[in-house]
């Protein structure tokens, strides 16, 4: 079974800096998706980036990038210039690349707390 | 605006009853999914369902019990057999079209007294 860890229960940064948060994942599958959501206060669920599996290169969305290390099956989302509105919950997760069954769900870390200070 | 919607936002209940929580989408995604959501647990799957009439166990799924009647409902019935069942509930949607990309919906408290 496919599992997420999340290691950094926590995390703070200043606003305008860097900050990247990690996340491993373990997998016998070589096709599969990986994804961050942010969760704030509201505890709306957001989704941040995405990332296939079988392209190499690194997805960005505007100030959010990952680093994606398949052979080391790491996955760890950098935010840069960081705002207050950053701060929230922030949950990486494995979704398999076979849409059936119970394969068709998201798998989730247990979550890091980013805060922003101003 | 296509979206999902859940209600109630908030629910009390006394220990005993069972109670239904509501997610309608009109995004015209075939998949829903409900997720249970502790503090320090991150999210874990309830129930899901692939098409009409249609719907599969997730990993905690004892004590829960849906429906999958519409295309656009899956409400999710918190019965009293689940020992737990304050937590935050959230039901999500996928479409397989859609880049395997889950939409979620605000999300339900249910505090049992």
């Known amino acids: 079974a496919q599992t997420v860890t999340q290691s950094q229960p926590e995390m703070s940064v200043q606003e305008a800096e860097t900050v990247t948060l990690s996340c491993t994942y373990d997998?016998?599958?070589?096709?599969?998706?990986l994804f961050w959501y942010k969760q704030p206060p509201s505890r709306q669920m957001i989704l941040v980036i995405r990332?296939?599996?079988?392209?190499?290169q690194n997805a960005t969305e505007n100030r959010f990038s990952v680093n994606f290390q398949k052979a080391a099956k790491s996955f760890s989302l950098k935010i840069s210039d960081s705002q207050l509105g950053d701060a929230a919950m922030y949950f990486c997760?494995?979704?398999?690349?076979?849409?059936?069954?119970?394969?068709?769900?998201?798998?989730f870390g247990k979550g890091t707390k980013l805060s922003v200070k101003p | 605006d296509g979206g999902i919607t859940q209600s109630p936002k908030y629910l009390f209940r006394k220990e005993g009853q069972n109670v239904t929580l509501s997610c309608e989408q009109n995004?015209?995604?075939?998949?829903m999914y409900w997720y249970r959501q502790d503090p320090g647990q991150g999210l874990r799957l309830i129930y899901y369902?692939?098409?009409?009439?249609?719907?599969q166990k997730g990993d905690i799924a004892e004590g829960y019990s849906v429906s999958r009647e519409k295309k656009e409902s899956f409400p999710l019935t918190v019965t009293s057999a689940q020992k737990n069942p304050t937590a935050f509930y959230l039901c999500?949607?996928?479409?397989?079209?859609?880049?395997?990309?889950?939409?979620f919906g605000a999300g339900s408290r249910l505090t049992v007294l």
């Open positions: 997760a494995y979704r398999s690349e076979n849409y059936g069954g119970s394969q068709g769900n998201l798998i």
């Open positions: 995004l015209n995604h075939d998949a």
């Open positions: 997998t016998s599958e070589s096709d599969y998706y």
């Open positions: 999500a949607t996928s479409n397989p079209s859609g880049a395997n990309v889950l939409t």
């Open positions: 990332q296939e599996a079988y392209k190499q």
């Open positions: 369902s692939q098409i009409v009439n249609d719907f």
